[in-house]
């Protein structure tokens, strides 16, 4: 493989692709070899920018004894690139872990692209900053002082959520207090209650946040917003129902709610997007079936069925129907198991 590799070298351009999957296998193995050509194609101007170095990174095990040489290549000097954000989450991560005791950012270099990151006002480059204020903790000061306050006036609120938790890490009240306050806007409560539970920090989550009608309700705006679905939270939503039941697919009695939803402005049509979701279990929306012009118990049996076929269940019908889903449905309810 390396011997093709180094053929194909000669016009990288070309066969791009084949290249970043094979530096994939090398940094799987973790031959002295094979990362060689990593590091040396993390400074190619043909190969920096691939978008497979996120994945290539994460091949190595924590426990893989070259990790300390890898980094030590890859930060003297740090490369430039899509490969140079990918090794920051990489080592972001390690850093967390523990996996790693000293941050290859945290040099002149390194503090240099962590603030052109936070102070870029392109928003295809947020993501960017976003990662520059994960690594924030391990960064020493002066000069961490300095990127937590660009990182907390940054204009994207992922990037200013990022350096509470930062801040929280580091043992500032002030960030705890702020992730705090999210907790109670139904479009970010998820995330802020993920990074204080990091924290070691849900004492401070305010009690008007631990309503289960609201934490359902955060869970499914936080759903509707993941880049896969909608891409952003809906501008309307509101209880359509809520029902404890025994739930087949779980074989457990839990709170179950739906949720009407509505985009006032969606795709090229501009027209508007109404949906309903459910949360309780696996939270999800079947967009193409699941409508507000059905009653509740025909839109918990399509869930029911959809459930049980996404958990491999045998129980689940051969086609996915209501009339399937009420019956799994009424004869799971206690009174009606003999």
């Not at 003297?76 to 790693?100: E, Q, S, Y």
């Not at 006002?121 to 990662?131: G, I, L, N, P, T």
Request: glycine residues 6%; charged residues 25%; proline residues 7%.
């Amino acid at each position: 493989l390396i011997e093709a590799y180094d053929a194909r070298l000669i016009d990288p351009g070309e066969c791009e692709t084949d290249l970043l999957f094979a530096l994939k296998i090398f940094a799987r193995y973790g031959t002295e070899e094979g990362l060689d050509r990593v590091v040396t194609a993390a400074f190619s101007v043909a190969l920096q920018d691939g978008y497979l170095w996120a994945v290539i990174f994460e091949q190595l095990g924590d426990s893989d004894p070259l990790i300390p040489s890898l980094i030590r290549r890859l930060s003297t000097p740090l490369p430039d690139g899509f490969v140079c954000i990918a090794l920051l989450d990489w080592v972001n991560r390690l850093a967390r872990d523990k996996v790693i005791t000293s941050h290859p950012f945290n040099n002149r270099d390194g503090i240099d692209k962590l603030r052109g990151w936070l102070t870029s006002s392109d928003e295809d480059e947020f993501s960017y900053a976003h990662a520059a204020a994960a690594a924030l903790p391990f960064i020493s000061d002066p000069p961490r002082t300095e990127l937590l306050a660009l990182a907390m006036d940054h204009p994207d609120i992922g990037v200013q959520m990022e350096a509470a938790w930062a801040s929280g890490h580091l043992g500032s009240e002030s960030g705890i207090k702020f992730l705090a306050r999210l907790c109670l806007n139904r479009d970010l409560a998820i995330t802020a209650r993920t990074y204080l539970d990091e924290l070691n920090r849900l004492d401070a989550v305010p009690d008007a946040a631990n309503d289960p009608d609201f934490i359902a309700m955060a869970e499914m705006c936080d759903w509707l917003a993941h880049p896969q679905e909608f891409g952003l939270p809906p501008d309307e939503i509101e209880i359509y129902d809520t029902r404890e039941l025994f739930w087949p697919p779980t074989n457990d009695w839990r709170p179950l709610w739906l949720f009407k939803y509505r985009y006032h402005s969606t795709g090229d049509s501009g027209s508007e997007t109404i949906g309903i979701g459910m949360t309780g279990s696996i939270v999800f929306s079947l967009m193409d079936e699941a409508s507000p012009d059905l009653p509740p118990e025909d839109i918990y049996a399509l869930h029911c069925c959809w459930e049980l076929e996404t958990n491999e269940d045998p129980r689940a019908p051969a086609e996915r129907s209501i009339e399937a889903g009420r019956a799994l449905i009424e004869a799971a309810q206690p009174d009606k198991i003999e």
